[in-house]
């Protein structure tokens, strides 16, 4: 019976494969779509969508440290991600402190705790299972150029200059923090489920994060875009989302596709990231 179930989704994915880039970048895009089209007469309350979007994040650290407390294994885990989640994190903790208190200054406390203890445990405790080849992704990259957007594109608030650009900063490193994980992912070719999970978990987290700001926007028919500030800053809070959801939607993909065909080693195309 649960063979006759998966035949029809197996024949959809097996279709989705064969078509080229620019068709799967349109199905990408109108799936997307249909599923925040379906949140919204789904989910009356939009920001239940944030809350949601934290307990999924929150399902994939929990994945993670079962991984690393009961495996004692790292492999296939990004120490540089992890370290680029502590630094947007940090910065974004300075923020809400100097700039609005409320329950993200709480949940990003308990985030950062838990991201600094997986890097101790990579770092000390189990760094003979890390894979120091593979996770070769230069940080630089990636802080860089969100440090020169950040200081190019910023709120336009009351508050002081260098509390602005800190805020863009985390905005812009929390977007692409993730690319060190795709790497290492893209190098070994094969992603183990644990690391899979927290992977899926991140991206669906990040997918509702998107659709709540997306929502939010629609509710407010735009005043939430100007009460961000004006210029491109409120255009680029949207991309930002977008981004990165974009980055692991290719990720998501082919979790699905291996779920649905019973395979507990996700296996990757060469050129993913």
Same mark, same amino acid.
């Given at each position: !019976?649960? *063979?006759?179930?998966?035949? +029809?989704?197996?024949?959809? !994915?097996?279709?989705?494969? $064969?078509?080229?880039?620019?068709?799967?970048?349109?199905?990408?895009?109108?799936?997307? &779509?249909?599923?925040?089209?379906?949140?919204?007469?789904?989910?009356?309350?939009?920001?239940?969508?944030?809350?949601?979007?934290?307990?999924?994040?929150?399902?994939?650290?929990?994945?993670?440290?079962?991984?690393?407390?009961?495996?004692?294994?790292?492999?296939?885990?990004?120490?540089?991600?992890?370290?680029?989640?502590?630094?947007?994190?940090?910065?974004?903790?300075?923020?809400?402190?100097?700039?609005?208190?409320?329950?993200?200054?709480?949940?990003?406390?308990?985030?950062?705790?838990?991201?600094?203890?997986?890097?101790?445990?990579?770092?000390?405790?189990?760094?003979?299972?890390?894979?120091?080849?593979?996770?070769?992704?230069?940080?630089?990259?990636?802080?860089? =150029?969100?440090?020169?957007?950040?200081? *190019?594109?910023? +709120?336009?608030?009351?508050?002081?200059?260098?509390? $602005?650009?800190?805020?863009?900063?985390?905005?812009?490193?929390?977007?692409?923090?993730?690319? +060190?994980?795709?790497?290492?992912?893209?190098?070994?070719?094969?992603?183990? +489920?644990?690391?899979?999970?927290?992977?899926?978990?991140?991206?669906?987290?990040?997918?509702?994060?998107?659709?709540?700001?997306?929502?939010? &926007?629609?509710?407010?028919?735009?005043?939430?875009?100007?009460?961000?500030?004006?210029?491109?800053?409120?255009?680029?809070?949207?991309?930002?989302?977008?981004?990165?959801?974009?980055?692991?939607?290719?990720?998501?993909?082919?979790?699905?596709?291996?779920?649905?065909?019973?395979? /507990?080693?996700?296996? /990757?195309? =060469?050129?993913?990231?």
């Amino acid at each position: !019976m649960k *063979a006759l179930k998966k035949r +029809p989704l197996r024949a959809v !994915m097996t279709w989705v494969r $064969r078509q080229p880039p620019k068709m799967k970048a349109f199905l990408a895009v109108a799936l997307g &779509v249909a599923a925040i089209v379906l949140l919204q007469m789904v989910v009356h309350d939009h920001d239940n969508l944030f809350v949601a979007a934290e307990a999924v994040h929150a399902v994939g650290i929990c994945v993670l440290i079962y991984k690393l407390t009961k495996e004692k294994n790292c492999a296939g885990l990004s120490l540089r991600s992890q370290e680029l989640t502590v630094l947007f994190l940090g910065v974004r903790l300075y923020c809400s402190f100097v700039m609005e208190y409320d329950i993200h200054t709480v949940l990003d406390s308990a985030t950062l705790a838990t991201t600094l203890w997986v890097i101790y445990m990579i770092r000390f405790r189990l760094k003979s299972s890390y894979m120091w080849g593979k996770d070769n992704f230069p940080i630089y990259l990636v802080v860089i =150029p969100c440090l020169l957007l950040s200081v *190019a594109i910023h +709120p336009s608030t009351h508050h002081q200059i260098i509390n $602005r650009i800190s805020w863009a900063f985390c905005m812009y490193l929390e977007a692409i923090s993730v690319l +060190p994980q795709l790497r290492v992912m893209q190098n070994t070719k094969i992603v183990e +489920p644990f690391t899979a999970h927290y992977v899926f978990a991140l991206g669906m987290a990040r997918f509702l994060s998107c659709a709540h700001w997306v929502l939010q &926007v629609l509710d407010t028919r735009g005043r939430l875009l100007t009460a961000l500030g004006y210029g491109l800053w409120p255009l680029m809070v949207l991309l930002a989302e977008i981004v990165q959801t974009s980055i692991l939607a290719d990720f998501c993909y082919y979790y699905i596709k291996s779920a649905i065909g019973g395979q /507990l080693i996700l296996r /990757l195309p =060469p050129k993913m990231v």
